[in-house]
Each structure stands twice: as structure tokens, then as C-alpha cells.
């Protein structure tokens, strides 16, 4: 299975749940201009891939670093991403990074997980602190350009993760063709919920 089919499908089914830079992509084809391998220096690649693993961590399924949402997040802020939305997702990982040192003397990929979840709650608060109340839209938000730094990056994570193989079929269970919807499945009866919808 690839990311690019599991995304094509999903935004057929309705791809309104995705940030708008996923949208572009999706709607282009997912065929950038050029790679964005190698946008990120070597300390910001680092703490990208600390944060994501601090928001999905490895458990009995891996987590985000090894499902690929490093290079996933690398695409989309670098090939997809408005100027606006490149710049604040730059800017605040910046501000991410000087948190930890100014406060700890450390880079955060190398704080103890008590610290590190500090200060992503801090983060998460400044984010909630400025985003406004979400209305169901089918279209995208106009001002999702201007959302926070730390929303952005929990969006991609999330996207770039349960749209992975790893995430689609470690974490979630995939069926190519499911064939059927029920709608209402007990948990218990499947074991983890399904990837792409339900089956019979």
C-alpha cells in the first residue's frame, strides 16, 4: 500500500479533513516540483523528528519517527505549504527549539520526557490560545495559513502518520476493498479500527 493511494482514496471519501496543504498536494497529484529532502538542517530535522515522536511515540507499534512523518512533514512545509504557513512553521520551530535550550540548557531532542512534554503543553497552549473556535466546513479554512505553529506540526504528524504504511496497517487495520460499511462495528469485534472503512 502507498501514502499516495491511501490519500487519493481518502479524498474522494471527502479529503475536507485534511490541512489545506494536503489538499494542494492531493489535487495536484502529489508530484511536487522538486524533493524536499534536505530543506531541514541537521538541528532542525532533529528536533522535527523529536516532536513527532514525543506526540506519536513507539509503543507496541512504532511510532512516528519510523513510519517516515519527518520526511512526510519535510514535503509538505517545503513543496505545498503557502509562504505564510512555510514561515510560521519555521519560525515556531525555531521558538521550539530556543524554549528548550533557554529553559534547560539543552536541545529538546535530549531532554528527559518529563521536560519534553512540558513543553509541549506550553506549546499546545499558546496554539489554543490563538485559534480560533472550529466550525464543520466542508471547504477549507481561508485562515489556515495563519494557525499556530504547533497546530500545523500536530496535523501533519497525525496526517503523516495514519497515512503511512505503518500507521494504516500497524496501528489501524487496512482492507484494500472493504466492500461494506457498518457503521456501528464493536471494538471488541475488530480489534482496532480500520483504516479505510469497515469490513463485513
Known amino acids: 500500500m502507498q501514502r499516495r493511494d491511501t490519500l487519493k482514496g481518502l479524498l474522494l471519501l471527502g479529503g475536507f479533513g485534511f490541512p489545506a496543504a494536503v489538499q494542494r498536494a492531493l489535487a495536484a497529484g502529489l508530484t511536487p516540483e522538486g524533493s524536499a529532502a534536505g530543506m531541514f538542517d541537521v538541528p532542525a530535522r532533529a528536533l522535527v523528528a523529536a516532536l513527532a515522536e514525543r506526540i506519536i511515540p513507539a509503543t507496541d507499534t512504532p511510532g512516528a519517527v519510523e513510519a517516515g512523518v519527518v520526511d512526510f512533514i519535510e514535503q509538505i512545509v517545503f513543496s505545498w505549504y503557502t509562504d505564510a504557513e512555510r ?61 499556530p ?37 464493536p471494538l471488541a469485534e475488530i480489534g482496532r479500527a480500520w483504516a479505510n472503512g469497515m469490513k463485513d
Do not use: C, H, W
Not at 528548550?100 to 531532542?109: G, L, M
Not at 519534553?116 to 466546513?137: H, I, N
Not at 504547533?150 to 502518520?161: A, H, I, M, Q, R
Open 87 to 147: 514561515a510560521i512553521f519555521l519560525q515556531g520551530l525555531e521558538d521550539a527549539g530556543a524554549m528548550a535550550t533557554t529553559r534547560f540548557q539543552q536541545d529538546f531532542a535530549t531532554l528527559d520526557g518529563e521536560r519534553q512534554d512540558q513543553l509541549l503543553g506550553e506549546l499546545e497552549q499558546r496554539a489554543l490560545a490563538v485559534a480560533k473556535p472550529a466550525a464543520f466546513s466542508l471547504q477549507p479554512d481561508l485562515d489556515e495559513d495563519l494557525s
Open 149 to 185: 505553529f504547533f497546530s500545523k506540526l500536530k496535523e501533519l504528524v497525525v496526517v503523516g502518520y495514519y497515512t503511512s504504511e505503518i500507521g494504516a496497517t500497524r496501528e489501524l487495520r487496512y482492507e484494500r476493498m472493504p466492500m461494506v460499511y457498518r457503521a456501528d462495528v
